[in-house]
């Protein structure tokens, strides 16, 4: 506990350390913590043995109202709750009929149904504007429109401190009896509705919370990027939420953030270093992630401070 | 309703046929990757990869065969060439280098092992063949065509597609059902499936099973897109496209069962084909909401067993 | 090629960079010649657009090589930044940001989708940095609002649709009913308004008997053919590229769709290489623009011929339009610093608002012609037009009966959306349509 | 026949085999005696080669066999039924057990000797062979898994908590039909787990008890 | 005696043309400890599950407490107080023991609290004393996937008793458990039961357990009960002993 509170500390520091000092990193900083807010609902779900493998729909619900709404109402404030409601009032909807299933079904289901959201957002032409997807405009914070410059950090600073709420919620919750009877549903299913307790209803809390911070996720992305298109529900970005909350490590809540950041810095680099062939790289990271250092980041250096601790 | 099949009864007619060959496609991708998960427990996401690598390797053949000179039917020839290679070759490599390690692990650290590859491949891919469209349509220009009377008109359709690919993937359900049901490899496949341990512990050689499965697989795959090439022109990404649609076969066929691909191929191929003429908005929706729609029913997917839990 | 970017050196470059950036106060600081040009390139890496994209690549490679043979610009080598388009639109922004502010490069040449273009040029305005539209046709870009920074060296949506349009009505005016085919993405749909409005203010009645718009990167078109042979429209639009487009002319072909309709396909030109002998003759035809590899009269022959000689000896293959739209995108580039060069006098260097001002305006030439940057940004490339037939100098088809549309004849003035413009054209409008050229 | 020397096992890191020794002579009838956990089925699954050792040796009449792979043990005439009864559910009992004699690549006429054999000895079989084996209740598949097991089994067989969870009046018939084939195949040697050493005592010659991954006294 | 605390009349439930259920009538008494003997497949651990509503019979009814619970979900009806246990115990593997039980008692108190920890000190404490009382205070702190059988089976039952059970149904809860530890884990067991006025009905191969521990025996047979009645009677009929006891070669 207290090395995850040192280390949380630690990284929250280098994170801005890194903004202030290499700007443009600031975005994809920026970026990285959106996109672990999102996979901390991966987390959840990885605790319940079940992995979504479209979880990018509730990202991509969460930037098009974001992209819908800013034209008329273009506040930050206003605007990310109402993401999270709508991609929770989603999370709901699906919710109900996918904590029927598990495994493959699971996670095949999340496949299909953001298959269907990413069809959507890209056949509503009329309304997406398809592939091309839709350009955000500057947006106001608490009524004050700001500089670019400005409007950077607090984007920035909005994403460090969501992160961090989100990350001491799913801590709180994982230690809860919801969080441990989600953890059940992993080993022994049978039990809890034995205990009186529904399964899926603790599976479908789960997952709604999980879709809620998909849904923050993906309005900080649209809201730090300002233009969304359709390939955030694609399979390979809901592909990629998996991979980061792999990379980072499922054994705490700051695996996630640990996982984004190397995952962007990793992306960028690459494909800054070699711009035709970044995929193979990430993928060639992954490869020896789960080879060698199954537990991820978190594995790796959890297991280096309590090397040195003893 | 009648008033609307005589209106539109011919049009269905053609929609059956166009759906019989696009069903037979997605048939032969959906029945290797069902295969691999039924015996490796694995959903191989680098199971589109081996179809695209497949098709531009049955391409490059076809080429080099022209150049040879050999007359147009070799380029079937360079079809089955295409999937032995990739079967013989990248299957077993694969599955040595990387799968082996990784068996028994959680679900979603395989699930991610082959997204990886999938990642890797597609990049090799384009290092290999470029992102010019390659086309190599002999095989399909070799049988012409067939007028398929339309009212007063007449529709061709190229046998290639109306004949061939529905032709092939008949014959490979037919043969894969005989395989595993009346060979001794087959039953053997079938007792690894089912129990791996047990299996080995009567003298079967079970990672040679898993060897031999995960190749046929990519064999299946490398077929696939070996068979479509000659229909269409190979750019980078038609794997990716490829893979989720088999991924929905395989989840609404039930897993590890053929013949539930096949079925679920068939739905998957008409309701495209009937979308892409009355209602073309939904033509790629088609596939998902019938994935949905079949596992709302049946929860372990049209010919899935229900796995009883033990208490 | 880029080298490798290691994270103590972008570290540093950023850290001096920002650190410059303190001290001279951003844009307004005078400008010290840098010891190289660096150039941001975005454009598509992998996926099925890479067809364009590594084309593009490839153009540039070649031409910044000959530049720096030839003593750079400014006397300073020319050094380019490649950005993969493929990841997607947020990974795009982050690597602009990256290109502006990490790698140091002083101008942008922006991004193949219109997706990318929409979200690319926004970011000029607010960074200040002078983005180049090299390749991207949508109309949107300066019809929805002033981009300051940004600037298209090709032309765009309107005028590669109207060109064509006009086209088939002079070549087969009575034509009745008609069927569309593209790609369903902003492109595909976006190319059809266009044509429906032309096509309804010029030739009102036609009736439209299917409109389809397969998904993007389709590898099967049997049912569309299908469906098209069985509605047998006399005339069948296909904005359609790449794959895509190989793939339905295949399929259309084999089946015989060609003989029953006539095609009109306004950016055949970057499949015709991929499709060889196999291109059915007789088919309206469109490249984006003027470069034809047979131009019967180009601006400049022997700089038509070198560029595609070099390209064709260092990649063995024909260049297609993305190769030509990249060229045409240094030309400007090359033109515009040493206007603005000249401008500062010896010794100088422009800063991003004198880069800027020095594009406002420009005409550059192209091998084959010149073109003009509006007062809103817009280039005006002529658009030529024609049907596909064979000689014995291509070993793909090629157009013939070309028609030379002239840009200004064909795009939006300024200040007007596309779509209202279209529809104001009235069926005399074809009169206007210049003969065949000769040769 | 069969003999673990020094073996120790690991499982996921954890020692559960610690310096086992265990002995069963050409056509002898041995039991391994313990609680649950204690290391038995550990035991037989590493004398079947389903899992390596990390000391010690596996000896296979008197030659060494500790690499020789899992699968290559069946052909030296080794049987082995597991605690749960792990049939193929989709095949028939006759083709659960003739599948291990088309593996070994015996002759039919061998097989169907073998198969007359069994039958013989467990005569419940030959009713159910034409049944589908995920049919079967508990007590049907465990005569089952021993058959299957005797199709191999020339030389030994390891039957792992045969007993566990059958009634009495089952287990009753269980160890009748083991004296049987004691009496019919004497050279057969037979190694038993259990949890409770009463049930097996009339019914082998020798006992070894494991606690805790450790022979203990017997 | 007064009415029964459960209550089955007329149950009948076949899987394809095995009948596990033929006919099942069967009062259980408060307070009273039933034992369930009969060979396997006779249809024991099917009449637990038509009783938890694991299984729904095709013909019947079942009564709890005067009311009728056929139809309910097995969770509802663990609410109205019927507890079981396992053949093979259903714990949380990769918990530890003590949250094995904090978590049964959170699911009896107030599962649905997002934030608060499951160790809170008021829970802790129950569960604590509640493996005290079964004797496994000492592994509270292990995984359970560590435990032997004997402290599984035990963990496994105290977890239905933290759901304070007025009926507790146990399938073979001394089944894999060493023979040394038998009767020290049934006495245990019996003990916590009788403090907490639960009570239990029990499946059971193990004749002595049964003579020493049962109040009443029912005896399956082919999804029928053969015979009911005190252990010291039905245990001496004949035609138990021949067709469920078998003529005993390790009694």
Same mark, same amino acid.
């Given at each position: 506990?207290?090395? $995850?509170?040192?280390?949380?500390?630690?990284?929250?520091?280098?994170?801005?350390?890194?903004?202030?000092?290499?700007?443009?990193?600031?975005?994809?900083?920026?970026?990285?913590?959106?996109?672990?807010?999102?996979?901390?609902?991966?987390?959840?779900?990885?605790?319940?043995?079940?992995? @979504?493998?479209?979880?990018?729909?509730?990202?991509?619900?969460?930037?098009?109202?974001?992209?819908?709404?800013?034209?008329?109402?273009?506040?930050?404030?206003?605007?990310?709750?109402?993401?999270?409601?709508?991609?929770?009032?989603?999370?709901?909807?699906?919710?109900?009929?996918?904590?029927?299933?598990?495994?493959?079904?699971?996670?095949?289901?999340?496949?299909?149904?953001?298959?269907?959201?990413?069809?959507?957002?890209?056949?509503?032409?009329?309304?997406?504007?398809?592939?091309?997807?839709?350009?955000?405009?500057?947006?106001?914070?608490?009524?004050?429109?700001?500089?670019? $410059?400005?409007? $950077?950090?607090?984007?920035?600073?909005?994403?460090?401190?969501?992160?961090?709420?989100?990350?001491?919620?799913?801590?709180?919750?994982?230690?809860?009896?919801?969080?441990?009877?989600?953890?059940?549903?992993?080993?022994?299913?049978?039990?809890?509705?034995?205990?009186?307790?529904?399964?899926?209803?603790?599976?479908?809390?789960?997952?709604?919370? @999980?879709?809620?911070?998909?849904?923050?996720?993906?309005?900080?992305?649209?809201?730090?990027?300002?233009?969304?298109?359709?390939?955030?529900?694609?399979?390979?970005?809901?592909?990629?939420?998996?991979?980061?909350?792999?990379?980072?490590?499922?054994?705490?809540?700051?695996?996630?953030?640990?996982?984004?950041?190397?995952? $962007?810095?990793?992306?960028?680099?690459?494909?800054?270093?070699?711009?035709?062939?970044?995929?193979?790289?990430?993928?060639?990271?992954?490869?020896?992630?789960?080879?060698?250092?199954?537990?991820?980041?978190?594995?790796?250096?959890s297991s280096k401070l309590k090397g040195r601790g003893a | 309703m009648m008033e609307w099949f005589s209106d539109n009864g011919l049009l269905l007619g053609l929609a059956l046929l166009d759906g019989l060959s696009y069903?037979?496609?997605?048939?032969?991708?959906?029945?290797?990757?069902?295969?691999?998960?039924?015996?490796?427990?694995?959903?191989?996401? #680098?199971?589109?990869?081996?179809?695209?690598?497949?098709?531009?390797?049955?391409?490059?053949?076809?080429?080099?065969?022209?150049?040879?000179?050999?007359? #147009?039917?070799?380029?079937?020839?360079?079809?089955?060439?295409?999937?032995?290679?990739?079967?013989?070759?990248?299957?077993?490599?694969?599955?040595?280098?990387?799968?082996?390690?990784?068996?028994?692990?959680?679900?979603?650290?395989?699930?991610?092992?082959?997204?990886?590859?999938?990642?890797?491949?597609?990049?090799?891919?384009?290092?290999?063949?470029?992102?010019?469209?390659?086309?190599?349509?002999?095989?399909?220009?070799?049988?012409? /065509?067939?007028?398929?009377?339309?009212?007063?008109?007449?529709?061709?359709?190229?046998?290639?597609?109306?004949?061939?690919?529905?032709?092939?993937?008949?014959?490979?359900?037919?043969?894969?059902?005989?395989?595993?049901?009346?060979?001794?490899?087959?039953?053997?496949?079938?007792?690894?499936? /089912?129990?791996?341990?047990? #299996?080995?512990?009567?003298?079967?050689?079970?990672?040679?099973?898993?060897?031999?499965?995960?190749?046929?697989?990519?064999?299946?795959?490398?077929?696939?897109?070996?068979?479509?090439?000659?229909?269409?022109?190979?750019?980078?990404?038609?794997?990716?496209?490829?893979?989720?649609?088999?991924?929905?076969?395989?989840?609404? #066929?039930?897993?590890?069962?053929?013949?539930?691909?096949?079925?679920?191929?068939?739905?998957?191929?008409?309701?495209?084909?009937?979308?892409?003429?009355?209602?073309?908005?939904?033509?790629?929706?088609?596939?998902?909401?019938?994935?949905?729609?079949?596992?709302?029913?049946?929860?372990?997917?049209?010919?899935?067993?229900?796995?009883?839990?033990?208490? | =090629?880029?080298?490798?970017?290691?994270?103590?050196?972008? =570290?540093?470059? *950023?850290?001096?960079?920002?650190?410059?950036?303190?001290?001279?106060?951003?844009?307004?600081?005078?400008?010290?010649?840098?010891?190289?040009?660096?150039?941001?390139?975005?454009?598509?890496?992998?996926?099925?657009?890479?067809?364009?994209?590594?084309?593009?690549?490839?153009?540039?490679?070649?031409?910044?090589?000959?530049?720096?043979?030839?003593?750079?610009?400014?006397?300073?080598?020319?050094?380019?930044?490649?950005?993969?388009?493929?990841?997607?639109?947020?990974?795009?922004?982050?690597?602009?940001?990256?290109?502006?502010?990490?790698?140091?490069?002083?101008?942008?040449?922006?991004?193949?989708?219109?997706?990318?273009?929409? *979200?690319?040029?926004?970011?000029?305005?607010?960074?200040?940095?002078?983005?180049?539209?090299?390749?991207?046709?949508?109309?949107?870009?300066?019809?929805?609002?002033?981009?300051?920074?940004?600037?298209?060296?090709?032309?765009?949506?309107?005028?590669?649709?109207?060109?064509?349009?006009?086209?088939?009505?002079?070549?087969?005016?009575?034509?009745?009913?008609?069927?569309?085919?593209?790609?369903? %993405?902003?492109?595909?749909?976006?190319?059809?308004?266009?044509?429906?409005?032309?096509?309804?203010? =010029?030739?009102?009645?036609?009736?439209?008997?299917?409109?389809?718009?397969?998904?993007?990167?389709?590898?099967?078109?049997?049912?569309?053919?299908?469906?098209?042979?069985?509605?047998?429209?006399?005339?069948?639009?296909?904005?359609?590229?790449?794959?895509?487009?190989?793939?339905?002319?295949?399929?259309?072909?084999?089946?015989?769709?060609?003989?029953?309709?006539?095609?009109?396909?306004?950016?055949?030109?970057?499949?015709?290489?991929?499709?060889?002998?196999?291109?059915?003759?007789?088919?309206?035809?469109?490249?984006?623009?003027?470069?034809?590899?047979?131009?019967?009269?180009?601006?400049?022959?022997?700089?038509?011929?070198?560029?595609?000689?070099?390209?064709?000896?260092?990649?063995?293959? %024909?260049?297609?339009?993305?190769?030509?739209? =990249?060229?045409?995108?240094?030309?400007?580039?090359?033109? *515009?610093?040493?206007?603005?060069?000249?401008?500062?006098?010896?010794?100088?260097?422009?800063?991003?608002?004198?880069?800027?001002?020095?594009?406002?305006?420009?005409?550059?030439?192209?091998?084959?012609?010149?073109?003009?940057?509006?007062?809103?940004?817009?280039?005006?490339?002529?658009?030529?037009?024609?049907?596909?037939?064979?000689?014995?100098?291509?070993?793909?088809?090629?157009?013939?009966?070309?028609?030379?549309?002239?840009?200004?004849?064909?795009?939006?003035?300024?200040?007007?959306?596309?779509?209202?413009?279209?529809?104001?054209?009235?069926?005399?409008?074809?009169?206007?349509?210049?003969?065949?050229? *000769?040769? | 026949?069969?003999?673990?020397?020094?073996?120790?096992?690991?499982?996921? !890191?954890?020692?559960?085999?610690?310096?086992?020794?265990?002995?069963?002579?050409?056509?002898?009838?041995?039991?391994?005696?313990?609680?649950?956990?204690?290391?038995?089925?550990?035991?037989?699954?590493?004398?079947?080669?389903?899992?390596?050792?990390?000391?010690?040796?596996?000896?296979?009449?008197?030659?060494?066999?500790?690499?020789?792979?899992?699968?290559?043990?069946?052909?030296?005439?080794? !049987?082995?039924?597991?605690?749960?009864?792990?049939?193929?559910?989709?095949?028939?009992?006759?083709?659960?057990?003739?599948?291990?004699?088309?593996?070994?690549?015996?002759?039919?006429?061998?097989?169907?000797?073998?198969?007359?054999?069994?039958?013989?000895?467990?005569?419940?079989?030959?009713?159910?062979?034409?049944?589908?084996?995920?049919?079967?209740?508990? !007590?049907?598949?465990?005569?089952?898994?021993?058959?299957?097991?005797?199709?191999?089994?020339?030389?030994?067989?390891?039957?792992?908590?045969?007993?566990?969870?059958?009634?009495?009046?089952?287990?009753?018939?269980?160890?009748?039909?083991?004296?049987?084939?004691?009496?019919?195949?004497?050279?057969?040697?037979?190694l038993i787990t259990e949890s409770n050493p009463e049930l097996l005592r009339p019914l082998v010659e020798a006992t070894f008890v494991i606690e805790r991954g450790e022979m203990a006294p017997g | 005696m007064s009415t029964p605390?459960?209550?089955?009349?007329?149950?009948?439930?076949?899987?394809?043309?095995?009948?596990?259920?033929?006919?099942?009538?069967?009062?259980?008494?408060?307070?009273?400890?039933?034992?369930?003997?009969?060979?396997?497949?006779?249809?024991?651990?099917?009449?637990?599950?038509?009783?938890?509503?694991?299984?729904?019979?095709?013909?019947?009814?079942?009564?709890?407490?005067?009311?009728?619970?056929?139809?309910?979900?097995?969770?509802?009806?663990?609410?109205?107080?019927?507890?079981?246990?396992?053949?093979?115990?259903?714990?949380?593997?990769?918990?530890?023991?003590?949250?094995?039980?904090?978590?049964?008692?959170?699911?009896?108190?107030?599962?649905?609290?997002?934030?608060?920890?499951?160790?809170?000190?008021?829970?802790?404490?129950?569960?604590?004393?509640?493996?005290?009382?079964?004797?496994?205070?000492?592994?509270?702190?292990?995984?359970?996937?560590?435990?032997?059988?004997?402290?599984?089976?035990?963990?496994?039952?105290?977890?239905?008793?933290?759901?304070?059970?007025?009926?507790?149904?146990?399938?073979?809860?001394?089944?894999? &458990?060493?023979?040394?530890?038998?009767?020290?884990?049934?006495?245990?067991?019996?003990? &916590?039961?009788?403090?907490?006025?639960?009570?239990?009905?029990?499946?059971?191969?193990?004749?002595?357990?049964?003579?020493?521990?049962?109040?009443?025996?029912?005896?399956?047979?082919?999804?029928?009960?053969?015979?009911?009645?005190?252990?010291?009677?039905?245990?001496?009929?004949?035609?138990?002993?021949?067709?469920?006891?078998?003529?005993?070669?390790?009694?």
């Open positions: 506990m207290k090395r $995850e509170t040192l280390l949380a500390i630690v990284g929250a520091l280098a994170l801005i350390l890194c903004a202030w000092a290499i700007p443009w990193l600031k975005f994809v900083l920026t970026v990285a913590l959106a996109k672990g807010i999102a996979v901390l609902g991966i987390l959840l779900l990885l605790r319940a043995g079940q992995v @979504s493998f479209g979880h990018a729909m509730f990202l991509a619900v969460g930037a098009y109202t974001v992209a819908f709404v800013a034209p008329s109402v273009p506040e930050v404030l206003l605007l990310l709750p109402l993401a999270a409601l709508l991609a929770t009032a989603l999370g709901l909807v699906i919710g109900l009929f996918l904590v029927r299933y598990r495994d493959i079904f699971f996670g095949m289901l999340n496949l299909a149904l953001s298959m269907v959201i990413y069809s959507l957002l890209e056949k509503m032409y009329a309304i997406t504007h398809g592939t091309d997807g839709i350009r955000i405009a500057a947006l106001t914070f608490a009524g004050v429109s700001l500089e670019r $410059e400005v409007q $950077e950090w607090v984007m920035f600073g909005i994403a460090l401190t969501l992160a961090i709420g989100f990350g001491l919620l799913v801590r709180a919750y994982l230690g809860s009896p919801m969080g441990r009877a989600l953890a059940g549903i992993k080993t022994r299913e049978t039990r809890l509705e034995f205990m009186g307790v529904s399964a899926r209803l603790v599976l479908l809390f789960a997952y709604v919370l @999980s879709a809620l911070m998909g849904g923050v996720g993906g309005a900080l992305v649209s809201m730090t990027t300002r233009h969304v298109t359709p390939q955030l529900a694609y399979w390979t970005s809901s592909g990629e939420l998996v991979f980061i909350a792999i990379l980072g490590g499922a054994g705490s809540a700051l695996g996630p953030f640990l996982g984004a950041t190397a995952f $962007e810095l990793v992306r960028v680099y690459a494909a800054a270093a070699v711009a035709d062939a970044w995929q193979m790289i990430l993928g060639g990271v992954l490869l020896l992630v789960i080879l060698f250092a199954p537990g991820g980041v978190w594995g790796i250096l | 069903a037979a496609l997605v048939f032969m991708v959906a029945v290797g990757l069902n295969l691999v998960f039924g015996v490796l427990r694995i959903v191989n996401v #680098a199971h589109g990869s081996l179809f695209a690598i497949g098709a531009y390797t049955a391409a490059s053949i076809g080429i080099f065969f022209a150049s040879l000179g050999l007359p #147009a039917w070799a380029g079937y020839i360079a079809l089955v060439l295409s999937a032995l290679l990739v079967g013989a070759v990248l299957g077993p490599l694969i599955e040595r280098l990387l799968l082996r390690r990784i068996y028994g692990h959680e679900d979603v650290l395989q699930l991610l092992v082959t997204f990886a590859l999938f990642m890797i491949l597609e990049d090799v891919q384009k290092l290999i063949w470029g992102v010019q469209p390659i086309m190599q349509d002999a095989p399909m220009k070799f049988l012409g /065509t067939v007028d398929i009377p339309f009212g007063e008109d007449v529709i061709p359709f190229t046998a290639y597609q109306l004949f061939v690919l529905p032709g092939v993937a008949v014959a490979t359900l037919a043969a894969l059902a005989w395989f595993l049901r009346r060979t001794l490899t087959g039953r053997v496949i079938v007792a690894v499936t /089912t129990d791996k341990e047990a #299996a080995t512990a009567m003298g079967i050689d079970a990672a040679k099973i898993m060897l031999l499965t995960f190749s046929f697989g990519a064999g299946l795959a490398a077929l696939g897109g070996a068979l479509a090439s000659p229909t269409t022109s190979l750019v980078p990404g038609v794997g990716a496209s490829t893979i989720v649609l088999s991924f929905a076969v395989v989840a609404t #066929a039930g897993l590890g069962q053929i013949e539930g691909a096949a079925l679920t191929s068939l739905m998957i191929g008409l309701g495209r084909s009937i979308a892409v003429y009355f209602a073309p908005e939904f033509e790629v929706v088609v596939p998902y909401i019938i994935m949905v729609a079949v596992l709302l029913v049946r929860p372990q997917g049209l010919f899935g067993v229900l796995e009883t839990r033990r208490v | =090629m880029t080298e490798a970017v290691t994270r103590r050196t972008a =570290m540093l470059g *950023a850290a001096a960079t920002s650190g410059a950036l303190l001290f001279a106060g951003g844009n307004a600081r005078a400008q010290a010649k840098p010891t190289e040009l660096r150039v941001g390139i975005t454009t598509f890496l992998s996926g099925p657009a890479s067809v364009f994209g590594v084309p593009a690549k490839q153009a540039a490679e070649l031409l910044f090589e000959e530049i720096n043979k030839a003593g750079g610009i400014g006397g300073i080598p020319v050094r380019a930044f490649f950005v993969d388009e493929a990841p997607g639109t947020d990974h795009l922004v982050g690597e602009y940001r990256r290109l502006v502010q990490n790698e140091g490069c002083q101008i942008i040449l922006a991004s193949i989708s219109s997706g990318s273009c929409l *979200a690319c040029t926004p970011l000029s305005d607010e960074m200040k940095k002078t983005t180049l539209l090299w390749d991207c046709g949508t109309q949107r870009i300066f019809e929805e609002g002033p981009h300051p920074y940004a600037f298209r060296t090709q032309g765009y949506g309107t005028p590669e649709v109207l060109a064509p349009l006009l086209y088939l009505l002079k070549h087969k005016p009575d034509f009745r009913t008609l069927a569309v085919i593209n790609q369903d %993405y902003a492109w595909g749909r976006d190319s059809w308004e266009l044509w429906k409005a032309g096509m309804d203010a =010029m030739k009102p009645g036609v009736r439209v008997v299917a409109e389809m718009f397969p998904r993007f990167g389709a590898t099967d078109y049997s049912t569309e053919v299908t469906r098209l042979l069985a509605a047998r429209p006399d005339v069948i639009l296909s904005t359609s590229w790449g794959g895509d487009l190989t793939t339905l002319i295949r399929q259309s072909t084999e089946r015989r769709l060609f003989e029953r309709s006539l095609f009109v396909m306004p950016i055949a030109e970057a499949s015709l290489p991929t499709l060889g002998r196999t291109m059915p003759a007789g088919h309206i035809i469109g490249a984006r623009g003027d470069h034809w590899n047979n131009h019967p009269s180009p601006k400049d022959p022997a700089r038509l011929k070198r560029l595609v000689d070099s390209y064709r000896a260092k990649y063995n293959e %024909y260049p297609i339009y993305p190769v030509h739209h =990249m060229a045409q995108a240094i030309s400007a580039m090359q033109a *515009a610093y040493a206007k603005a060069i000249a401008a500062k006098g010896a010794g100088g260097w422009p800063n991003d608002l004198e880069l800027s001002n020095a594009f406002r305006g420009l005409t550059f030439d192209t091998p084959t012609s010149t073109i003009t940057l509006r007062e809103d940004g817009q280039g005006l490339e002529d658009q030529i037009v024609g049907l596909s037939s064979f000689n014995d100098k291509f070993p793909f088809s090629v157009p013939k009966d070309m028609i030379l549309f002239p840009a200004a004849m064909v795009s939006t003035p300024v200040g007007q959306k596309s779509t209202d413009w279209l529809k104001t054209l009235k069926p005399d409008f074809v009169s206007q349509v210049p003969a065949p050229m *000769a040769g | 026949m069969l003999e673990l020397k020094g073996v120790s096992v690991d499982i996921a !890191g954890i020692r559960v085999l610690r310096d086992v020794s265990l002995r069963v002579p050409p056509g002898g009838r041995v039991a391994l005696i313990g609680r649950n956990g204690a290391g038995k089925t550990t035991a037989l699954r590493t004398l079947m080669g389903l899992l390596p050792t990390r000391a010690g040796s596996v000896a296979i009449d008197g030659t060494d066999a500790t690499t020789v792979p899992a699968h290559h043990r069946a052909r030296l005439g080794i !049987g082995y039924a597991p605690e749960e009864r792990r049939l193929f559910g989709s095949f028939s009992v006759r083709e659960n057990m003739v599948l291990p004699a088309q593996v070994l690549k015996l002759a039919a006429a061998e097989t169907a000797r073998r198969l007359d054999a069994v039958f013989t000895l467990l005569p419940e079989l030959r009713d159910l062979a034409p049944r589908r084996a995920a049919g079967l209740s508990g !007590g049907q598949g465990k005569m089952v898994a021993l058959g299957r097991a005797l199709m191999v089994g020339t030389r030994a067989v390891l039957l792992d908590e045969p007993f566990q969870g059958l009634a009495p009046v089952l287990a009753q018939r269980y160890a009748e039909a083991l004296k049987r084939l004691h009496e019919a195949l004497p050279d057969v040697a037979i | 605390l459960l209550s089955a009349k007329g149950l009948r439930l076949a899987f394809g043309g095995v009948k596990a259920a033929d006919g099942i009538d069967l009062d259980v008494m408060a307070g009273e400890f039933l034992a369930i003997i009969g060979p396997n497949g006779a249809g024991k651990t099917t009449f637990i599950n038509m009783s938890t509503g694991y299984l729904r019979p095709q013909a019947g009814r079942i009564e709890f407490d005067g009311q009728p619970i056929l139809g309910l979900q097995p969770r509802a009806i663990v609410r109205r107080g019927i507890g079981r246990s396992f053949q093979l115990p259903q714990l949380f593997t990769e918990h530890t023991v003590l949250e094995n039980a904090a978590l049964a008692v959170a699911s009896r108190l107030g599962l649905w609290s997002p934030l608060a920890p499951l160790l809170r000190p008021a829970w802790r404490e129950e569960a604590m004393d509640l493996l005290e009382r079964f004797g496994l205070q000492g592994v509270a702190g292990s995984r359970a996937d560590a435990l032997n059988e004997g402290a599984r089976k035990l963990a496994d039952i105290a977890m239905a008793v933290a759901l304070q059970p007025r009926l507790l149904l146990m399938d073979e809860p001394t089944s894999g &458990v060493a023979a040394a530890e038998k009767m020290q884990i049934v006495e245990t067991l019996v003990r &916590v039961l009788r403090q907490s006025g639960v009570t239990a009905v029990f499946v059971e191969h193990d004749m002595d357990v049964v003579a020493r521990f049962a109040d009443r025996v029912a005896v399956w047979s082919q999804g029928r009960i053969a015979a009911l009645g005190p252990p010291a009677q039905v245990l001496a009929d004949p035609v138990v002993q021949r067709d469920v006891i078998g003529i005993s070669a390790h009694a």
